[in-house]
């Protein structure tokens, strides 16, 4: 019998006992502290937290045959997925700890909108409408029959469903509020999953900040291609034609989005090397479109790595059920998802009114891409790849993930790029965190990391920059007197609205419901005389 060796990685946290067990492959090698937790509690809530507005999207959206069939197809996947025997019924966190968590988390939330305490970011006059069509109207939404068709609402609705359900029963007056509620739940979880420090303190203080400001280096690209100090309330994260919003830019402006990809990015990387993940991941995967079309592609380059991990360990057995429900729920978030999709559209092309593309156009082109990817990620990348001790198989898919989305593009304002990129981001978070966590100990080097936090410093500045707009910029409550296509001038956003035209997508969804009009909305909202 192989004798048992200590592991002496810095990177690791305390020394570990393993088997002797060859060594794996540099891609597989992990952070042995925090990439192998088992199934807790803390997981448990994000996989329920990511369930529930599936379950109601069933409920409320199909016939009740097929919401009953898909309802028990998760609830079967959830008993074969996780081991419930083994399930670690603790929290990762001190009371003391937790605490500090939680009020990180509502004020973080209440500086990006959420409750409408502060000024909101613009994007949430849309997210109100949305939210205010599933308070009021019957589901599925619909704002128009033409010709026989309806257009219905039918993406990125998720995050609004639990807080549309407690608004019907408890009154419309409450529904900024469950909202907010809501949204400091999801960034709670997320907080929770995160390896931060065990005791109050100055290192959890520190490693709390570092989440809330981690960002890209706008103000450098702002500073060289504009040439001034920026001014508020101006967003700083377009500086060039290609965008990475910071956390705190993506949780402010698209939460919606952002809640669901940041959670199941800290998760893989909580459990990906623990022998329970793989149904757990499927599980975690089958939930993630109901709430963002981009939450797959996010973690595509993460799965495959995964794949490679399974396929690492022959042995291990293949998670049938929950792969046979990731299937059909993949297949039926896609035919609802995909309807109309071709009207959605593309960010503007590179040519020029004459369908050409002159070479100063592209040098100019080349130049922004590069000094993009210097200040948004490389420079950090580089800064951790020599000090990372594990964890170089996700450094080196988020790099190339971060260095490939700015050549695709898919929306009017390149929607891919700007929320495929997150699940990346988070793992540069994530490896950051691993490297300042170990800086300093005598084991790792001599130098501490200044580099790393000179980037980081810089980074920074973003972040505040957003939520000094939130506390200067007047704030205005949230209405929902206007249904979206008001809302937008009479147009039926493609992001939002589709054509309800394929066969087996009528023959699954209840009857469409056109939304109330104006007066009946304005009978029973707060403030209803107040139009925006």
């Not at 999953?193 to 570092?210: A, K, N, V």
């Not at 910029?473 to 992001?495: A, I, K, M």
């Not at 469409?512 to 005389?529: K, M, V």
Request: charged share 15%.
């Amino acid at each position: 019998m192989t004798p048992a060796v200590r592991s002496r990685d810095p990177g690791s946290g305390p020394e570990l006992k393993t088997t002797g067990k060859p060594r794996p492959c540099w891609l597989l090698a992990h952070d042995a502290r925090d990439s192998a937790t088992p199934i807790d509690s803390i997981s448990v809530a994000a996989l329920l937290y990511l369930a529930l507005p599936n379950l109601i999207f069933l409920a409320g959206w199909l016939r009740w045959p097929f919401a009953v069939f898909f309802s028990l197809l998760l609830l079967w996947s959830a008993r074969t997925a996780v081991n419930w025997r083994h399930v670690r019924w603790r929290g990762p966190y001190r009371a003391a700890t937790a605490l500090l968590i939680v009020a990180t988390a509502f004020a973080w939330c209440a500086l990006g909108g959420a409750g409408h305490f502060l000024a909101a970011p613009i994007d949430w006059m849309v997210r109100d409408a949305v939210f205010g069509d599933l308070v009021f109207g019957e589901w599925p939404v619909a704002y128009a029959e033409k010709e026989g068709t309806h257009h219905i609402l039918r993406s990125a609705i998720g995050y609004f469903l639990p807080a549309a359900v407690v608004a019907k029963a408890l009154g419309v007056a409450g529904a900024d509020l469950a909202l907010y509620l809501w949204t400091v739940l999801g960034t709670t979880l997320f907080l929770f999953s995160l390896p931060l420090p065990q005791r109050p303190g100055t290192g959890l203080g520190l490693s709390l900040l570092l989440v809330v400001s981690f960002s890209g280096m706008d103000l450098l690209g702002v500073l060289a291609y504009q040439g001034d100090w920026p001014e508020l309330p101006v967003r700083l994260e377009w500086w060039t034609r290609f965008s990475y919003s910071s956390l705190a830019a993506h949780l402010y402006w698209a939460p919606n989005h952002a809640l669901p990809i940041c959670l199941a990015s800290a998760l893989f990387y909580r459990h990906w090397q623990h022998p329970a993940f793989p149904g757990f991941a499927l599980l975690l995967l089958a939930l993630l479109p109901i709430w963002t079309p981009f939450g797959l592609p996010a973690l595509l380059p993460f799965i495959a790595l995964a794949v490679l991990q399974f396929l690492a360990e022959p042995h291990r057995p293949l998670p049938i059920v929950p792969l046979l429900v990731l299937i059909l729920m993949v297949a039926l978030m896609a035919r609802f998802l995909g309807m109309d999709i071709g009207g959605i559209g593309t960010a503007p092309p590179l040519a020029g009114a004459t369908g050409t593309v002159s070479e100063t156009a592209t040098r100019d082109h080349l130049l922004a891409y590069l000094a993009f990817v210097v200040l948004e990620f490389g420079a950090l990348a580089l800064a951790l790849g020599p000090r990372l001790r594990h964890s170089r198989g996700i450094l080196l898919f988020a790099t190339l993930t971060l260095l490939l989305l700015p050549l695709l593009s898919f929306g009017p304002s390149n929607d891919l790029l700007l929320r495929a990129s997150l699940a990346s981001l988070v793992m540069l978070l994530l490896l950051t965190l691993s490297v300042l966590r170990s800086a300093g100990r005598p084991a790792v080097d001599a130098g501490y990391p200044w580099l790393l936090v000179l980037i980081l410093l810089i980074g920074a500045f973003t972040p505040f920059h957003e939520a000094a707009r939130a506390t200067m910029v007047r704030r205005w409550p949230p209405s929902y007197v206007q249904n979206l296509v008001e809302q937008q001038g009479g147009s039926f956003p493609p992001h939002y609205v589709a054509r309800l035209d394929r066969p087996d997508m009528r023959l699954l969804l209840r009857e469409p419901a056109l939304t109330p009009d104006r007066e009946r909305r304005r009978a029973t909202s707060p403030g209803g005389q107040r139009e925006r």
